[in-house]
């Protein structure tokens, strides 16, 4: 059973950092794709940001420029540097693993999920 486990959120102001890590077991970081999603209150979950093995990266317009994805295989953790925080980047961030790209559906494993709220 493939367990992943988000950390890293936490309350900031506008123009903020935060930096989330999902530390994963039983999956090989190596091959395929890791991916971050966020879910705010009555809106669908959306993709953020995802990188695979060949260390090819995907973001959303949304973040581009102001979010970095990176992902450690040695540690087995993914990361997501976040910058120049927006009170609509407040949601709750999710990685995910064994799929592609940055749309829910292709991913099979999820973690529980980590809160960041931004405060104008």
């Known amino acids: 059973q493939v367990q992943l486990a988000e950390s890293g959120g936490g309350s900031v102001q506008t123009g903020g950092s935060l930096r989330l890590a999902c530390a994963g077991s039983?999956?090989?970081?190596?091959?395929?794709?890791m991916a971050w999603f966020r879910q705010a209150p009555g809106k669908e979950r959306e993709g953020v940001a995802s990188?695979?093995?060949?260390?090819?990266?995907t973001y959303a317009d949304s973040v581009k420029g102001r979010f970095t994805v990176s992902r450690d295989n040695a540690k087995k953790t993914l990361y997501l540097q976040m910058n120049t925080l927006k009170p609509e980047d407040t949601a709750m961030y999710y990685c995910?693993?064994?799929?592609?790209?940055?749309?829910?559906?292709?991913?099979?494993?999820w973690g529980q999920g980590t809160q960041v709220t931004v405060s104008s």
């Open positions: 995910a693993a064994g799929g592609w790209g940055i749309l829910p559906r292709f991913y099979p494993y």
């Open positions: 990188i695979c093995s060949a260390g090819f990266t």
């Open positions: 039983r999956y090989s970081h190596s091959s395929g794709c």
